[in-house]
């Protein structure tokens, strides 16, 4: 009995032990020595959390208070987010966006495993983390310098602009499991998260 236990454990665990994001090595961010938690996610390598360097110019902490960087990182426009992830590391595109999502969205909607199971307003609101994201609501900056959606809304810059003036983004709600896709004026100011480039392999001798 207890060996037949094992097994429908083993079989019931197996799919979320292939699908799950791995936690992977820690990003030390030279610039600032800052360091960070990874996750795989396909065949893709992904900040697990909101990046926190304080460029010189177009990014602010929420309220411009420190200690809400300290957890949700900085809000960057598109300027200031194209050019502050560390070496080896950029702004995901468009494409890169939906292909992680295309990935984890297979089962269910890709915002609930992406959202932190703690941070959200509500406890209802939380997801699965299942991919190790870890997706908190780190609210955004409108164009007119106001903060708005603290606790309630994510918000993350593509590097693929929209139109002339506007660009892609990502925001994850406290009241969906979805990731919704549009695109807004480039002086919002966004969480970023880095996705590690892609090595280049040797060339043949």
């Excluded at 941070?119 to 007119?144: E, K, T, V, Y």
């Excluded at 810059?157 to 979805?178: C, L, P, V």
């Amino acid at each position: 009995m207890i060996q037949k236990s094992i097994l429908i454990t083993i079989v019931f665990l197996a799919p979320l032990l292939k699908v799950s994001g791995q936690l992977t090595d820690t990003l030390v961010d030279v610039r600032d020595g800052k360091s960070y938690l990874t996750t795989q996610i396909g065949n893709q390598i992904w900040m697990a959390e909101n990046l926190a360097f304080k460029s010189e110019s177009g990014c602010r902490a929420y309220n411009d208070k420190p200690e809400n960087a300290k957890t949700y990182g900085y809000l960057y426009t598109l300027e200031a987010a194209e050019k502050s992830c560390p070496p080896g590391w950029h702004l995901p595109g468009n494409e890169e966006w939906k292909t992680m999502i295309a990935f984890v969205s297979l089962d269910y909607p890709a915002g609930g495993q992406l959202k932190s199971s703690t941070g959200w307003a509500l406890r209802a609101s939380s997801g699965d983390n299942l991919w190790n994201f870890s997706a908190l609501p780190g609210g955004r900056m409108n164009s007119n310098g106001k903060f708005e959606g603290i606790d309630f809304d994510g918000y993350w810059w593509s590097s693929i602009e929209g139109t002339e003036k506007s660009a892609w983004f990502r925001r994850i709600s406290r009241d969906s499991q979805d990731i919704y896709e549009k695109y807004t004026e480039k002086d919002y100011g966004f969480s970023v998260r880095c996705v590690k480039d892609a090595e280049e392999k040797a060339k043949p001798n």
